[in-house]
T-cell receptor
Framework: AQSVTQPDIHITVSEGASLELRCNYSYGATPYLFWYVQSPGQGLQLLLK??????LVQGIKGFEAEFKRSQSSFNLRKPSVHWSDAAEYFC?????????????FGKGTKLSVKP | ETGVTQTPRHLVMGMTNKKSLKCEQHLGHNAMYWYKQSAKKPLELMFV???????ENNSVPSRFSPECPNSSHLFLHLHTLQPEDSALYLC?????????????FGPGTRLTVT
C-alpha cells in the first residue's frame, strides 16, 4: 500500500535560516505529490504540487520542493524562514489504489521559528 | 465568499445531542470530502462525494451521516457522539474528472464532545 513518511515531528529553526522538511513516499511509478501548510486553527493550504516534468517545483510563499525518484523523496525547502512560516506542514501523495482522487497524508511536521 | 467555507467553526455538544456541520464550496468543483483530524494522527478520510453521489465511506461509524444535496454543499450530521469523536473536521473539494488532483480545504470545525 502507498504511504507517506515525514520523519521529523517537530523542527525549530531561527528566523532567516534555511529550512528543509523531509518527505518520503512509497509508490512504484511516478507519484503525484503535494505539500500543504496548516496554520493553527485553520484548514490546509496547498503550497505546491508535482505531477511530472521539472523535478524542482516552485510554490507559494517562497517555498520549493524537489522530487528525487532515486530517494523516493519530495523535500520542501525555503532559503530564509520568516516567523509567519511557523505552522504544520503536510506531505501528501495521490492514492492510486483509490478511484476518487484521494490523497494519502503524512503525519505532519510542526515548524517553530525562533526570533 | 470564495474558496471553501465551513460552519460552525467551533461546536461543543453533549453525547446525546444532534448537530450538523456545513461545508460550502464556491470553486465550481464537483467532488467533496470530509476528513477527521485528531491530535498526533494523520488526516483520516471519512467520506467522498463525487457528482453528489457518495463514492467512499471509510468504515465510519453510523453516528456520522453525510449529506450532499448539490455539488456546492456538504453536510455532516452528528448524533450520539463519543468523546473520542472530538477533533477538527475538515471539508475539502476538487474538480473531479480533471488530471489535477489537488484538494482545497475549508478552515474546519473544531468539535468537542462532552
Amino acid at each position: 500500500a502507498q504511504s507517506v513518511t515525514q520523519p521529523d515531528i517537530h523542527i525549530t529553526v531561527s528566523e532567516g535560516a534555511s529550512l528543509e522538511l523531509r518527505c518520503n513516499y512509497s509508490y512504484g511509478a511516478t507519484p503525484y505529490l503535494f505539500w500543504y501548510v496548516q496554520s493553527p486553527g485553520q484548514g490546509l493550504q496547498l503550497l505546491l504540487k508535482y505531477f511530472s516534468g521539472d523535478t524542482l517545483v516552485q510554490g507559494i510563499k517562497g517555498f520549493e520542493a524537489e522530487f528525487k525518484r532515486s530517494q523516493s523523496s519530495f523535500n520542501l525547502r525555503k532559503p530564509s524562514v520568516h516567523w509567519s512560516d511557523a505552522a504544520e506542514y503536510f506531505c501528501a501523495v495521490l492514492n492510486y489504489g483509490g478511484s476518487q482522487g484521494n490523497l494519502i497524508f503524512g503525519k505532519g511536521t510542526k515548524l517553530s521559528v525562533k526570533p | 465568499e470564495t474558496g471553501v467555507t465551513q460552519t460552525p467553526r467551533h461546536l461543543v455538544m453533549g453525547m446525546t445531542n444532534k448537530k450538523s456541520l456545513k461545508c460550502e464550496q464556491h470553486l465550481g468543483h464537483n467532488a467533496m470530502y470530509w476528513y477527521k483530524q485528531s491530535a498526533k494522527k494523520p488526516l483520516e478520510l471519512m467520506f467522498v462525494y463525487s457528482l453528489e453521489e457518495r463514492v467512499e465511506n471509510n468504515s465510519v461509524p453510523s453516528r456520522f451521516s453525510p449529506e450532499c444535496p448539490n455539488s456546492s454543499h456538504l453536510f455532516l450530521h452528528l448524533h450520539t457522539l463519543q468523546p473520542e469523536d472530538s477533533a477538527l473536521y475538515l471539508c475539502a473539494s476538487r474538480a473531479a474528472g480533471r488530471s489535477s488532483y489537488e484538494q482545497y480545504f475549508g478552515p474546519g470545525t473544531r468539535l468537542t464532545v462532552t
